[in-house]
């Protein structure tokens, strides 16, 4: 076990592996342990980074973990990094976490674009007390419209169900479709269990790769 947050940076695989499925805690709050996603201490240093986000920064060439900081090429990043990192020490000094807020990296008009969203915040079990943020990392894919009808069709949902599906292949959080429904977070999980059920998937990344590749389940806007 790690003596601290950023010793996980360290551990191997499936060190790492089995650290997350003892702490059932966590892969909660992130709704698959395969998602993109990384750890952040309460100072803003980068303690892990899953296997979803290294092959998301990888593809990316304009970002890059640089002295233990998510860091980017590009200027007019660096004050969304900069304001990133002031609320990630904010939630370590007592503040709130706002899964609602999204940071978007890439300038408007660019060809891909990631989102930050601060999704979950509390103290560590580690032998050395911290704060913990995760940070989940998503592209935004403003050419890709799932048909929801298409959906339905193929895989049985509900209306609803399919706007639920639809809206995390398009790389919308869960939090936003929350809001857009008006309905409690408690509500949205257990719809998305039934969606994981129906199209025989068990995490939202493998949502999204079987919606994004299957049958007619996509068209460009």
């Given amino acids: 076990m790690a003596d601290s947050i950023s010793d996980l940076v360290h551990l191997d695989q499936k060190t790492s592996e089995d650290y997350f499925r003892r702490n059932a805690w966590l892969v909660d709050a992130l709704c698959g342990d395969d998602a993109?996603?990384?750890?952040?201490?309460?100072?803003?240093?980068?303690?892990?980074?899953?296997?979803?986000?290294?092959?998301?920064?990888?593809?990316?060439?304009?970002?890059?973990?640089?002295?233990?900081?998510?860091?980017?090429?590009?200027?007019?990043?660096?004050?969304?990094?900069?304001?990133?990192?002031?609320?990630?020490?904010?939630?370590?000094?007592?503040?709130?976490?706002?899964?609602?807020?999204?940071?978007?990296?890439?300038?408007?008009?660019?060809?891909?674009?990631?989102?930050?969203?601060?999704?979950?915040?509390?103290?560590?079990?580690?032998?050395?007390?911290?704060?913990?943020?995760?940070?989940?990392?998503?592209?935004?894919?403003?050419?890709?419209?799932?048909?929801?009808?298409?959906?339905?069709?193929?895989?049985?949902?509900?209306s609803t169900e399919a706007a639920l599906a639809a809206s995390l292949a398009e790389g919308k959080p869960l939090s936003k479709f929350r809001l857009q429904q008006g309905t409690a977070m408690s509500t949205v999980r257990t719809q998305l269990r039934h969606v994981f059920r129906k199209v025989g998937v068990n995490s939202q990344a493998a949502l999204i790769h079987t919606l994004l590749t299957g049958p007619m389940t996509w068209q460009r806007m």
């Fill in 36 to 158: 993109a996603f990384m750890l952040l201490d309460e100072s803003a240093l980068v303690g892990y980074v899953s296997g979803g986000a290294r092959c998301l920064l990888g593809s990316l060439p304009a970002l890059r973990i640089h002295q233990g900081r998510l860091s980017s090429q590009r200027a007019q990043d660096r004050a969304v990094l900069d304001e990133l990192c002031h609320r990630v020490r904010g939630i370590g000094q007592g503040g709130l976490c706002d899964p609602d807020h999204l940071f978007t990296l890439g300038a408007v008009g660019t060809h891909r674009r990631l989102v930050v969203q601060l999704t979950w915040a509390g103290r560590t079990r580690l032998q050395k007390p911290g704060t913990l943020v995760v940070l989940r990392l998503f592209e935004e894919s403003p050419q890709i419209r799932i048909s929801r009808r298409m959906l339905c069709k193929h895989y049985g949902l509900t």
